[in-house]
């Protein structure tokens, strides 16, 4: 599960370490975080409580919360219908349609290349590419605006 330490607000990256059970993948993953992220992971009590510490979420007992909480309750939690694995389909909706890069909405996802020599070669996260198509998605999220003149921007850039 998330600790404090795999988050740096300087760099506003989220490490997740190889092996950790965040991670699918085999390798070291760096997750963008937007302004807005780190207001939102600052305001957690175990932020405040925990000084930077220990684990992000916790129970309100204090423990660590299983990997099922949300997809067992989030009728009951956040009063609506739906899934988990229904947050991530919607940003890869917003991403295709907005015209987003596939190969940086998947990453974003971090989903992949199941071509073993595809993948060999595929070695770049292009952190920045997905931290601007992250920022993108918070702003929507947030004003329901769409930026497409800033997509275009991105989509053209190398970075």
Do not use: M, P
């Given at each position: 599960m998330a600790q404090?330490?795999?988050?740096?607000?300087?760099?506003?990256?989220?490490?997740?370490?190889?092996g950790s059970k965040a991670n699918k993948s085999k390798r070291m993953w760096y997750i963008p975080l937007t302004d807005r992220t780190i207001a939102l992971l600052k305001a957690q009590r175990t932020y405040r409580d925990g000084k930077g510490k220990g684990l992000v979420f916790k129970t309100v007992n204090g423990l660590e919360v299983p990997d099922a909480y949300l997809g067992s309750s989030i009728q009951e939690d956040l009063g609506f219908e739906g899934t988990t694995h229904g947050f991530r389909s919607a940003l890869r909706?917003?991403?295709?349609?907005?015209?987003?890069?596939?190969?940086?909405?998947?990453?974003?996802?971090?989903?992949?290349?199941?071509?073993r020599t595809?993948?060999?070669?595929?070695?770049?996260?292009?952190?920045?590419?997905?931290k601007r198509l992250l920022t993108e998605y918070h702003e929507f999220l947030h004003t329901g605006k769409l930026v497409t003149e800033k997509l275009e921007e991105w989509r053209r850039s190398d970075g």
């Open positions: 404090w330490e795999d988050f740096d607000f300087e760099l506003k990256v989220w490490t997740i370490k190889e909706q917003w991403c295709q349609a907005n015209a987003a890069i596939e190969e940086v909405a998947e990453l974003t996802l971090q989903h992949t290349q199941n071509d595809r993948a060999a070669y595929a070695r770049n996260q292009l952190f920045l590419k997905r």
